[in-house]
Protein backbone atom coordinates (compact mmCIF):
# COMPACT_ATOMS: atom_id res chain seq x y z
CA UNK A 1 0.00 0.00 0.00
CA UNK A 2 3.00 2.06 -0.03
CA UNK A 3 1.33 4.13 -3.28
CA UNK A 4 -1.76 4.56 -1.63
CA UNK A 5 -1.64 8.24 -0.48
CA UNK A 6 -4.74 8.60 1.56
CA UNK A 7 -3.75 5.56 3.59
CA UNK A 8 -0.10 7.23 3.99
CA UNK A 9 -1.53 10.19 5.19
CA UNK A 10 -4.29 9.14 7.59
CA UNK A 11 -1.03 6.47 8.54
CA UNK A 12 1.34 9.68 9.35
CA UNK A 13 -1.38 11.57 11.39
CA UNK A 14 -1.67 8.73 13.46
CA UNK A 15 1.38 7.98 13.92
CA UNK A 16 2.37 11.65 14.97
CA UNK A 17 -0.39 11.52 17.51
CA UNK A 18 -0.03 7.26 18.84
CA UNK A 19 1.76 8.45 22.22
CA UNK A 20 -0.17 11.39 22.72
CA UNK A 21 -3.20 9.74 24.85
CA UNK A 22 -0.90 7.50 26.71
CA UNK A 23 -1.14 8.65 30.69
CA UNK A 24 1.79 10.07 32.49
CA UNK A 25 3.31 7.41 34.40
CA UNK A 26 4.76 7.60 37.44
CA UNK A 27 8.57 7.20 37.47
CA UNK A 28 8.52 4.03 39.39
CA UNK A 29 6.72 2.26 36.71
CA UNK A 30 8.17 3.56 34.24
CA UNK A 31 8.95 -0.03 32.74
CA UNK A 32 5.28 -0.43 32.13
CA UNK A 33 4.89 2.69 29.57
CA UNK A 34 8.18 1.62 27.86
CA UNK A 35 6.58 -1.86 27.36
CA UNK A 36 3.20 0.05 25.99
CA UNK A 37 5.41 2.00 23.71
CA UNK A 38 7.35 -0.29 22.51
CA UNK A 39 4.71 -2.18 20.58
CA UNK A 40 3.15 1.02 19.98
CA UNK A 41 5.87 2.15 17.58
CA UNK A 42 6.52 -1.21 16.14
CA UNK A 43 5.62 -0.11 12.80
CA UNK A 44 2.37 -1.52 12.54
CA UNK A 45 0.09 -1.42 9.44
CA UNK A 46 -2.54 0.87 11.27
CA UNK A 47 -4.98 0.02 9.07
CA UNK A 48 -7.64 0.20 11.31
CA UNK A 49 -7.53 3.61 12.59
CA UNK A 50 -6.80 4.61 8.73
CA UNK A 51 -10.54 3.02 8.26
CA UNK A 52 -11.85 5.08 11.43
CA UNK A 53 -10.76 8.28 10.10
CA UNK A 54 -11.43 7.47 6.59
CA UNK A 55 -15.47 6.58 7.94
CA UNK A 56 -15.23 9.95 9.66
CA UNK A 57 -14.55 11.75 6.71
CA UNK A 58 -16.52 9.73 4.39
CA UNK A 59 -19.43 10.40 6.75
CA UNK A 60 -18.78 14.36 6.61
CA UNK A 61 -16.75 15.03 9.62
CA UNK A 62 -13.35 15.70 9.97
CA UNK A 63 -10.86 12.71 10.58
CA UNK A 64 -8.76 15.11 13.69
CA UNK A 65 -12.34 14.64 15.30
CA UNK A 66 -12.06 10.69 15.29
CA UNK A 67 -8.36 11.07 16.10
CA UNK A 68 -8.83 9.78 19.95
CA UNK A 69 -11.40 6.83 18.57
CA UNK A 70 -8.97 6.18 16.06
CA UNK A 71 -5.72 6.02 18.70
CA UNK A 72 -7.86 3.76 20.74
CA UNK A 73 -8.92 1.09 18.96
CA UNK A 74 -4.94 0.68 17.78
CA UNK A 75 -4.49 0.53 21.39
CA UNK A 76 -6.33 -2.56 21.31
CA UNK A 77 -5.44 -3.68 18.58
CA UNK A 78 -1.88 -3.83 20.50
CA UNK A 79 -3.11 -5.10 23.51
CA UNK A 80 -4.38 -8.08 21.61
CA UNK A 81 -1.23 -8.24 19.64
CA UNK A 82 0.63 -8.56 23.18
CA UNK A 83 -1.34 -10.67 24.29
CA UNK A 84 -2.10 -13.14 21.32
CA UNK A 85 2.15 -13.97 20.87
CA UNK A 86 2.66 -14.88 24.70
CA UNK A 87 3.18 -18.77 25.32
CA UNK A 88 0.01 -19.28 27.01
CA UNK A 89 -1.55 -18.47 23.51
CA UNK A 90 0.60 -18.63 20.38
CA UNK A 91 3.77 -18.08 21.89
CA UNK A 92 5.68 -16.19 19.61
CA UNK A 93 8.59 -14.56 19.25
CA UNK A 94 8.67 -12.17 16.29
CA UNK A 95 6.02 -9.59 15.62
CA UNK A 96 6.75 -6.82 12.53
CA UNK A 97 10.34 -8.11 12.20
CA UNK A 98 10.89 -7.12 16.36
CA UNK A 99 11.35 -9.38 18.96
CA UNK A 100 7.55 -9.92 21.13
CA UNK A 101 7.05 -8.27 24.05
CA UNK A 102 7.50 -10.81 26.64
CA UNK A 103 10.65 -11.30 25.14
CA UNK A 104 11.84 -8.31 25.39
CA UNK A 105 10.41 -7.41 28.74
CA UNK A 106 9.19 -10.69 30.56
CA UNK A 107 5.82 -12.43 30.32
CA UNK A 108 4.62 -10.42 33.59
CA UNK A 109 4.75 -6.83 32.35
CA UNK A 110 4.04 -8.06 28.86
CA UNK A 111 0.39 -8.90 30.30
CA UNK A 112 0.49 -5.49 32.50
CA UNK A 113 2.00 -3.67 29.40
CA UNK A 114 -0.95 -5.39 27.09
CA UNK A 115 -3.64 -4.39 29.69
CA UNK A 116 -2.66 -0.72 30.43
CA UNK A 117 -3.10 -0.54 26.30
CA UNK A 118 -6.95 -2.16 26.85
CA UNK A 119 -7.70 0.48 29.46
CA UNK A 120 -5.84 3.15 28.20
CA UNK A 121 -8.24 2.37 24.85
CA UNK A 122 -11.32 3.37 26.99
CA UNK A 123 -9.82 6.39 29.19
CA UNK A 124 -9.07 8.24 25.96
CA UNK A 125 -12.60 7.64 24.37
CA UNK A 126 -14.44 8.85 27.98
CA UNK A 127 -12.31 11.32 28.10
CA UNK A 128 -13.30 12.85 24.47
CA UNK A 129 -16.65 12.11 25.39
CA UNK A 130 -16.42 14.66 28.73
CA UNK A 131 -15.39 17.27 26.21
CA UNK A 132 -18.80 17.16 24.30
CA UNK A 133 -20.62 16.67 27.44
CA UNK A 134 -23.29 19.60 26.94
CA UNK A 135 -23.21 19.02 22.97
CA UNK A 136 -25.62 16.05 23.12
CA UNK A 137 -25.58 15.60 18.70
CA UNK A 138 -22.31 15.23 19.14
CA UNK A 139 -21.59 13.06 22.45
CA UNK A 140 -24.02 10.83 21.12
CA UNK A 141 -22.25 10.30 18.07
CA UNK A 142 -18.87 9.36 20.62
CA UNK A 143 -20.79 7.29 22.95
CA UNK A 144 -22.01 5.21 19.68
CA UNK A 145 -18.56 4.91 18.39
CA UNK A 146 -16.88 3.37 22.18
CA UNK A 147 -19.77 1.28 22.66
CA UNK A 148 -19.23 -0.52 18.97
CA UNK A 149 -15.55 -0.65 19.59
CA UNK A 150 -16.21 -2.07 23.27
CA UNK A 151 -18.36 -5.10 21.73
CA UNK A 152 -16.00 -5.34 18.62
CA UNK A 153 -13.11 -5.81 21.02
CA UNK A 154 -15.20 -8.03 23.91
CA UNK A 155 -16.90 -11.41 24.40
CA UNK A 156 -18.91 -10.38 21.63
CA UNK A 157 -16.26 -10.07 19.44
CA UNK A 158 -12.59 -10.50 18.69
CA UNK A 159 -12.08 -12.12 22.35
CA UNK A 160 -14.94 -14.44 21.66
CA UNK A 161 -13.02 -15.23 18.16
CA UNK A 162 -9.58 -16.09 20.22
CA UNK A 163 -10.99 -17.81 22.27
CA UNK A 164 -12.91 -20.29 19.77
CA UNK A 165 -9.46 -20.14 17.71
CA UNK A 166 -7.65 -21.58 20.97
CA UNK A 167 -10.74 -24.43 21.69
CA UNK A 168 -10.17 -25.29 17.72
CA UNK A 169 -6.54 -25.53 18.09
CA UNK A 170 -5.61 -29.18 16.86
CA UNK A 171 -9.16 -30.29 16.38
CA UNK A 172 -10.78 -31.10 12.90
CA UNK A 173 -13.47 -28.28 12.54
CA UNK A 174 -16.19 -27.67 9.64
CA UNK A 175 -15.69 -24.11 8.04
CA UNK A 176 -18.48 -22.52 9.95
CA UNK A 177 -16.21 -22.50 12.95
CA UNK A 178 -13.65 -21.04 10.80
CA UNK A 179 -15.53 -18.44 9.36
CA UNK A 180 -17.03 -17.90 12.68
CA UNK A 181 -13.95 -17.40 14.49
CA UNK A 182 -11.87 -14.87 11.80
CA UNK A 183 -15.56 -13.25 11.83
CA UNK A 184 -14.44 -12.61 15.59
CA UNK A 185 -10.65 -12.86 15.87
CA UNK A 186 -10.40 -10.48 13.23
CA UNK A 187 -13.23 -8.90 11.25
CA UNK A 188 -15.06 -7.50 14.53
CA UNK A 189 -12.63 -4.99 15.14
CA UNK A 190 -12.14 -4.33 11.78
CA UNK A 191 -16.14 -3.55 11.79
CA UNK A 192 -15.86 -1.27 15.17
CA UNK A 193 -13.47 0.98 13.53
CA UNK A 194 -15.65 1.93 10.64
CA UNK A 195 -18.97 1.95 11.93
CA UNK A 196 -17.57 4.43 14.76
CA UNK A 197 -15.82 6.30 12.61
CA UNK A 198 -18.97 6.82 10.48
CA UNK A 199 -20.82 7.53 13.51
CA UNK A 200 -18.56 10.12 14.82
CA UNK A 201 -18.50 11.57 11.32
CA UNK A 202 -22.83 11.64 11.75
CA UNK A 203 -23.45 8.93 8.94
CA UNK A 204 -26.63 9.00 7.78
CA UNK A 205 -28.74 5.64 8.16
CA UNK A 206 -28.31 4.64 4.73
CA UNK A 207 -24.70 4.78 4.55
CA UNK A 208 -24.10 2.53 7.69
CA UNK A 209 -25.12 -0.69 6.41
CA UNK A 210 -23.50 -0.51 2.88
CA UNK A 211 -19.68 0.17 5.16
CA UNK A 212 -20.96 -2.81 7.94
CA UNK A 213 -21.11 -4.99 5.22
CA UNK A 214 -18.08 -3.66 3.66
CA UNK A 215 -15.97 -3.94 6.52
CA UNK A 216 -17.20 -7.35 7.56
CA UNK A 217 -15.97 -8.77 4.34
CA UNK A 218 -12.66 -7.42 4.05
CA UNK A 219 -12.63 -8.02 7.48
CA UNK A 220 -12.62 -12.17 6.88
CA UNK A 221 -10.32 -11.39 3.67
CA UNK A 222 -8.02 -9.68 5.62
CA UNK A 223 -7.85 -13.00 7.84
CA UNK A 224 -7.56 -15.34 4.66
CA UNK A 225 -4.69 -13.37 3.63
CA UNK A 226 -2.45 -13.74 6.81
CA UNK A 227 -3.72 -17.57 6.75
CA UNK A 228 -2.23 -17.38 3.07
CA UNK A 229 0.85 -14.89 4.04
CA UNK A 230 1.65 -18.03 6.63
CA UNK A 231 2.08 -20.36 3.70
CA UNK A 232 3.62 -18.55 0.96
CA UNK A 233 4.62 -15.10 2.79
CA UNK A 234 8.20 -14.45 2.73
CA UNK A 235 9.61 -14.16 5.98
CA UNK A 236 11.61 -10.89 5.75
CA UNK A 237 8.75 -9.00 4.99
CA UNK A 238 5.93 -10.48 6.88
CA UNK A 239 8.10 -10.16 10.05
CA UNK A 240 7.31 -13.25 12.12
CA UNK A 241 7.97 -17.32 11.18
CA UNK A 242 6.95 -18.53 8.02
CA UNK A 243 4.48 -21.99 8.99
CA UNK A 244 3.71 -21.22 12.66
CA UNK A 245 0.25 -21.73 12.07
CA UNK A 246 1.04 -25.54 10.67
CA UNK A 247 3.33 -26.22 13.10
CA UNK A 248 0.73 -25.01 16.12
CA UNK A 249 -2.11 -26.60 13.95
CA UNK A 250 -4.20 -23.97 13.94
CA UNK A 251 -7.61 -23.50 11.94
CA UNK A 252 -7.07 -21.92 8.71
CA UNK A 253 -8.63 -21.27 5.60
CA UNK A 254 -5.37 -23.24 3.50
CA UNK A 255 -5.69 -26.04 6.19
CA UNK A 256 -9.44 -26.67 5.42
CA UNK A 257 -9.91 -25.85 2.47
CA UNK A 258 -6.49 -25.24 0.00
CA UNK A 259 -4.69 -22.72 -1.18
CA UNK A 260 -5.99 -22.07 -4.85
CA UNK A 261 -9.82 -22.49 -3.03
CA UNK A 262 -8.32 -19.97 -0.60
CA UNK A 263 -7.12 -17.60 -2.90
CA UNK A 264 -10.77 -17.79 -4.73
CA UNK A 265 -12.42 -16.54 -1.61
CA UNK A 266 -10.47 -13.81 -0.93
CA UNK A 267 -10.88 -12.48 -4.12
CA UNK A 268 -14.77 -13.24 -3.91
CA UNK A 269 -15.13 -11.33 -0.58
CA UNK A 270 -12.25 -8.47 -1.95
CA UNK A 271 -15.07 -8.02 -5.03
CA UNK A 272 -18.34 -8.25 -2.54
CA UNK A 273 -16.51 -5.25 -0.41
CA UNK A 274 -16.29 -3.17 -3.71
CA UNK A 275 -19.44 -4.24 -4.39
CA UNK A 276 -21.27 -3.07 -1.45
CA UNK A 277 -19.88 0.41 -2.25
CA UNK A 278 -20.94 1.02 -5.45
CA UNK A 279 -23.52 3.50 -5.09
CA UNK A 280 -21.18 5.38 -3.29
CA UNK A 281 -18.49 4.82 -5.79
CA UNK A 282 -17.65 8.60 -7.06
CA UNK A 283 -16.51 9.05 -3.14
CA UNK A 284 -15.24 5.77 -2.13
CA UNK A 285 -12.07 5.35 -3.66
CA UNK A 286 -9.91 5.23 -0.33
CA UNK A 287 -12.12 1.80 0.67
CA UNK A 288 -12.12 0.46 -3.18
CA UNK A 289 -7.81 1.17 -2.99
CA UNK A 290 -8.02 -1.01 0.31
CA UNK A 291 -9.98 -3.35 -0.05
CA UNK A 292 -7.67 -4.20 -3.73
CA UNK A 293 -4.26 -3.51 -1.97
CA UNK A 294 -5.47 -6.09 1.04
CA UNK A 295 -5.52 -8.65 -1.57
CA UNK A 296 -2.14 -7.70 -2.61
CA UNK A 297 -0.21 -7.07 0.36
CA UNK A 298 2.89 -9.57 1.24
CA UNK A 299 2.90 -8.33 4.75
Do not use: W
Amino acid sequence: MRDFEEYIVFKDLIEEHILDFLPETDPKSSALYEAMKYSLKSSGKRIRPALLLAACEFSGGEAKEALPYACAIEYIHTYSLIHDDLPGMDDDELRRGLPTNHMVYGEGLAILAGDGLLTTAFETMNRDMLIYFDDPVKLKRRVRASNEISKGAGCRGMVAGQAADIEATGKSIAGGLLDYIHLNKTAALIVAAVKAGAFIGGAPKELLTPLENYAENIGLAFQIADDILDVTGDENETGKKKGADKVREKPTYPSLYGLKPSRERLDELTGNAIETLAPFYDNAEFFIKMAQNLVKRTR
